[in-house]
């Protein structure tokens, strides 16, 4: 059994700063690559960042490069996604996924957390 809980969203004006995290708790046999997506308001859910077991390999989609960095302390059991100079249009709920060992896609998925960027 494995839980996922976000947290760290919330209201930022443009230009600014939320750090999101994601802590990890259950069943945990291995240490998987775990994920952030995010989800708008009649969108669908996309993609925003990977990261390895080890978190020495990321990848972020070319709309937040630059900007959101995703990562994870294993010790802590919890992955992070910093996100500088937010916009409008990356208001969403944001979700952290873990990659399941046996389907090898991600299969966890926490509860979301809310971010919402002020023009």
């Known amino acids: 059994q494995v839980q996922l809980v976000d947290s760290g969203g919330g209201l930022v004006q443009a230009g600014g700063s939320l750090r999101l995290s994601c802590a990890a708790s259950g069943s945990i046999s291995s240490i998987s690559p775990m994920a952030w997506y995010c989800q708008a308001p009649g969108k669908e859910r996309e993609l925003v960042a990977t990261?390895?077991?080890?978190?020495?390999?990321?990848f972020h989609v070319n709309s937040v490069k630059g900007r959101f960095t995703i990562s994870r302390d294993n010790a802590k059991n919890t992955l992070y996604l910093q996100m500088n100079s937010l916009n409008p249009e990356d208001t969403a709920m944001y979700y952290c996924?873990?990659?399941?060992?046996?389907?090898?896609?991600?299969?966890?998925w926490g509860q979301g957390t809310q971010v919402t960027v002020s023009s």
């Open positions: 990261i390895s077991s080890s978190g020495g390999t990321t």
């Open positions: 996924a873990l990659k399941s060992a046996l389907t090898t896609r991600y299969d966890y």
